[in-house]
């Protein structure tokens, strides 16, 4: 085989010009060789995750990604844990540089990523009928979505059946007690030296205000109660002052722990079940992703007696039977990313029913992938269903106040609903004040 | 060929040799090219990490910066937004008092101790270690502790009172703001004693021992010595500590940071913890404002050191 035809002329000259010819064709040949399919060339993404010291979502995480480098080959996955308040900085630093790892993890209240053009849009890469439409809804900006979200949850009330039966009180066979019904057990709680709710803000601008944000979404209903989280209704609304009376004089009979605004999450759950003890947790269903490992790993304890009721309806609750469910920990594309291919192909192998079942069944969370619940099974299955059981009947409001709220507005609920107002610093009228300054200021 | 001796080429090469021969007036002198490599290293690691970030938080000052490549200019606003600030009024109360109390605390606490162990008080050697050793602890450890040691429930703190019969006066140290800042004053001022005692007890034993034996035969009492006699021939070192505990406390963050986050209600907020809420905290990527508060605050401190150095030029001019 001859791969050049020779010239007729058969000169020197010409042949000399020829094999030139030959060698810059071959060794263009040979350049290229390698770099023929873009893909072939292995990439290694870079991915930043929340949760370390959360054994069950880790464990999902890291086997989905062995999974993924496994049926793509040409992908690997440098795959990193970071606490959440060093991951926020981190990427909100690098970002703007263009050194953003390729995807990493964030919630929905931080969606100015996705509106300063930070974010890729997922809407090519992943599959988007595999997510539900609320959760799709948490992250979608000008019509497109801009995460994969891994971890939803709905606001709950955990509580101990046994220090309950100590204290002589049966919560109602609806498990949703009366506004007198609560104040009665908090304080017979008082009464008999334990702490009716373990709740640490150290770390979190939004635990302590879990309960007055669940009182307010009963009292006010899905629509007010959106229009209060949009600066679209004041705080200074009667119903809301009226929430807010209620929950100051629990606040003021001794609900929330004394250490509440240095304990941090990790030691809240700590508090509740192992020590020294608390009748009552209100935090979001998450709780299990720390509380359903080894007690030696800072889970509860075997035969901890784990009950879930429902948050009490105030008298004249226009939405008793409502709740929160949210968006969580999710999975996001950086824009400037060089390996969006790799990425997109990752981000769309976590959004599987498949995957959505394992990670309801191993994590014992929902999710924001649809799931087929009658396929899951697991030890923790009873949970499960006590699970489903509280959520029967709700009329869902999507979000928690923080994916609302932004900027002077969302730092004055941190440090005033989240801090000062539970731990009995500020009154309910300034409170209330505070708020509606800061969120009308905030507009 | 034009001659090589003469014209534009003979005055390079001579000016070319001029530097790189040593100086004839004096040996000892390096030439201009040796002495810029040696301070080319340090003069870029400068202008790379501190003079440019410093340029550069002014230039941001006057856009809004959401991202390094596109930032819109604004000009003055943010200044002006600035002083309507409340939660950046709030923060620099917050950081004067630190400034202002944290340092006479930490230098009293410094003398006191280094008078303890000049004194020669049993265990001196032991007890200088153990003083100094806070000063070797990272904020993230100190921090971490203290929040401990304050904790309601189980803090060393409130088991003392409760120990002596005064559970009444116990608090939650750093939830009450009545208390959270004074809390972080003390938990600064015991990690900073330390390196005040090692730097009063090298003055006190440089003091002049004619005059403490003079003290002594004229039957000085140990209050009049201390503070007729020792404070005095301190004082410069003392108010060098104290002008030296003051700039520092001016920027003060990182134990903030770790024990309250400038919590409760911003109590102890300070401008450096809110500078960094408003860069990285808050959900808007706008490194404008924070940057303009930061020049602000760069100029106040400027200020406060130039004061200072006018202070000590007047004081000295005034001794000697």
């Given at each position: 085989m001859t791969p050049f035809p020779r010239s007729p002329a058969g000169s020197g000259r010409a042949a000399a010009r020829r094999s030139a010819a030959a060698a810059i064709a071959l060794a263009a040949?040979?350049?290229?060789?390698?770099?023929?399919?873009?893909?072939?060339?292995?990439?290694?993404?870079?991915?930043?995750?929340?949760?370390?010291?959360?054994?069950?979502?880790?464990?999902?995480?890291e086997e989905r990604v062995k999974q993924f480098e496994a049926a793509t080959p040409q992908c690997k996955v440098n795959l990193q844990f970071v606490q959440k308040a060093d991951l926020y900085t981190s990427v909100k630093t690098s970002v703007r540089t263009g050194q953003a790892p390729d995807i990493f993890w964030l919630e929905p209240d931080e969606i100015a990523f996705a509106k300063s053009g930070y974010l890729e849009p997922l809407d090519k890469y992943i599959d988007l009928a595999n997510l539900e439409d609320w959760a799709k809804r948490a992250w979608t900006w000008n019509g497109k979505v801009y995460a994969m979200p891994q971890e939803a949850y709905s606001v709950e009330l955990y509580y101990n059946r046994d220090l309950m039966k100590k204290i002589g009180v049966t919560p109602p066979a609806g498990m949703q007690m009366t506004q007198a019904q609560f104040t009665e057990m908090v304080k017979r709680s008082v009464a008999a030296g334990i702490t009716p709710t373990a709740t640490g803000v150290g770390d979190r601008p939004y635990p302590g205000a879990y309960f007055l944000q669940e009182i307010l979404l009963r009292k006010l209903g899905t629509e007010d109660y959106e229009k209060l989280l949009t600066g679209k209704l004041p705080f200074q609304d009667p119903r809301v002052i009226e929430a807010m009376t209620w929950v100051k004089q629990l606040v003021d009979a001794g609900m929330f722990p004394r250490s509440m605004a240095t304990m941090k999450l990790g030691e809240s759950h700590y508090y509740f079940h192992t020590n020294p003890g608390a009748?009552?947790?209100?935090?979001?269903?998450?709780?299990?992703?720390?509380?359903?490992?080894?007690?030696?790993?800072?889970?509860?304890?075997?035969?901890?007696?784990?009950?879930?009721?429902?948050?009490?309806?105030?008298?004249g609750s226009k939405c008793p039977e409502c709740k929160t469910l949210a968006v969580g920990g999710s999975y996001v594309m950086y824009a400037r990313s060089k390996n969006k291919e790799c990425a997109g192909?990752?981000?769309?192998?976590?959004?599987?029913?498949?995957?959505?079942?394992?990670?309801?069944?191993?994590?014992?969370?929902?999710?924001?992938?649809?799931?087929?619940?009658?396929?899951?099974?697991?030890?923790?299955?009873?949970?499960?269903?006590e699970l489903q059981e509280r959520g029967a009947g709700a009329r869902y409001f999507i979000g928690t106040p923080l994916h609302y709220m932004s900027g002077k507005c969302g730092d004055t609920f941190a440090q005033v609903l989240n801090r000062a107002f539970p731990g009995g610093l500020v009154s309910v009228n300034d409170a209330a004040a505070q708020m509606d300054a800061a969120c009308k200021a905030a507009g | 060929m034009s001659d090589p001796s003469s014209g534009a080429a003979a005055a390079l090469r001579r000016t070319l040799?001029?530097?790189?021969?040593?100086?004839?007036?004096?040996?000892?002198?390096?030439?201009?090219?040796?002495?810029?490599?040696?301070?080319?290293?340090?003069?870029?690691?400068?202008?790379a990490l501190t003079a440019y970030p410093v340029l550069r938080t002014f230039y941001n000052s006057f856009f809004n910066v959401a991202d390094l490549a596109s930032s819109e200019f604004v000009g003055w606003t943010h200044y002006a937004e600035v002083f309507k600030d409340?939660?950046?009024?709030?923060a620099v109360r917050n950081t004067a008092i630190w400034s202002v109390i944290g340092p006479v605390l930490d230098v009293v606490a410094g003398?006191?101790?280094?008078?303890?162990?000049?004194?020669g008080v049993p265990f001196s050697r032991f007890l200088r270690v153990a003083w100094f050793t806070p000063v070797l602890l990272s904020y993230v450890v100190v921090g971490i502790m203290w929040v401990w040691i304050y904790n309601?429930?189980?803090?060393?703190?409130?088991?003392?009172?409760?120990?002596?019969?005064?559970?009444?006066?116990?608090?939650?140290?750093?939830?009450?703001p009545r208390f959270a800042l004074g809390s972080l004053i003390v938990t600064h001022a015991w990690k900073w004693a330390g390196f005040n005692m090692v730097v009063c007890l090298a003055a006190l034993h440089s003091l002049p021992s004619e005059v403490l034996e003079a003290a002594e035969l004229d039957n000085c009492g140990w209050w009049h010595k201390l503070t007729?006699?020792?404070?005095?021939?301190?004082?410069?070192?003392?108010?060098?500590?104290?002008?030296?505990?003051?700039?520092?406390?001016?920027?003060?963050?990182?134990?903030?940071?770790?024990?309250?986050?400038?919590?409760?209600?911003?109590?102890?907020?300070?401008?450096?913890?809110?500078?960094?809420?408003?860069?990285?905290?808050?959900?808007?990527?706008?490194?404008?404002?924070?940057?303009?508060?930061?020049?602000?605050?760069?100029?106040?401190?400027?200020?406060?050191?130039?004061?200072?150095?006018?202070?000590?030029?007047?004081?000295?001019?005034?001794?000697?």
């Open positions: 040949a040979l350049l290229a060789l390698p770099g023929t399919p873009a893909m072939a060339q292995p990439q290694t993404l870079t991915m930043w995750s929340h949760w370390p010291d959360e054994a069950s979502k880790r464990s999902f995480i009748l009552m947790f209100p935090i979001a269903s998450w709780y299990t992703g720390r509380a359903f490992v080894a007690p030696e790993k800072g889970g509860q304890p075997k035969d901890f007696a784990l009950g879930l009721m429902k948050y009490p309806a105030m008298d192909k990752m981000l769309s192998s976590l959004a599987t029913v498949e995957n959505g079942n394992k990670w309801m069944e191993s994590v014992l969370l929902q999710t924001g992938v649809r799931t087929d619940p009658s396929r899951i099974t697991s030890i923790y299955a009873p949970y499960f269903k | 040799a001029s530097w790189l021969s040593a100086p004839e007036a004096d040996s000892r002198r390096a030439s201009l090219p040796t002495v810029m490599l040696f301070l080319a290293p340090a003069l870029l690691v400068y202008a409340k939660t950046f009024w709030a003398l006191l101790l280094a008078l303890c162990l000049y004194a309601y429930d189980w803090g060393v703190v409130n088991g003392l009172l409760r120990a002596v019969g005064l559970q009444a006066w116990s608090q939650a140290w750093l939830g009450d007729d006699v020792i404070v005095p021939m301190l004082w410069p070192t003392l108010l060098n500590l104290y002008i030296l505990a003051f700039i520092g406390k001016m920027k003060v963050f990182d134990l903030v940071w770790i024990m309250t986050e400038g919590g409760p209600v911003w109590s102890t907020e300070t401008v450096s913890t809110y500078v960094y809420k408003r860069a990285f905290n808050w959900n808007t990527f706008d490194l404008g404002y924070p940057s303009a508060i930061a020049v602000v605050w760069f100029f106040v401190v400027v200020g406060f050191v130039v004061f200072f150095n006018v202070l000590f030029r007047r004081r000295e001019r005034m001794e000697y």
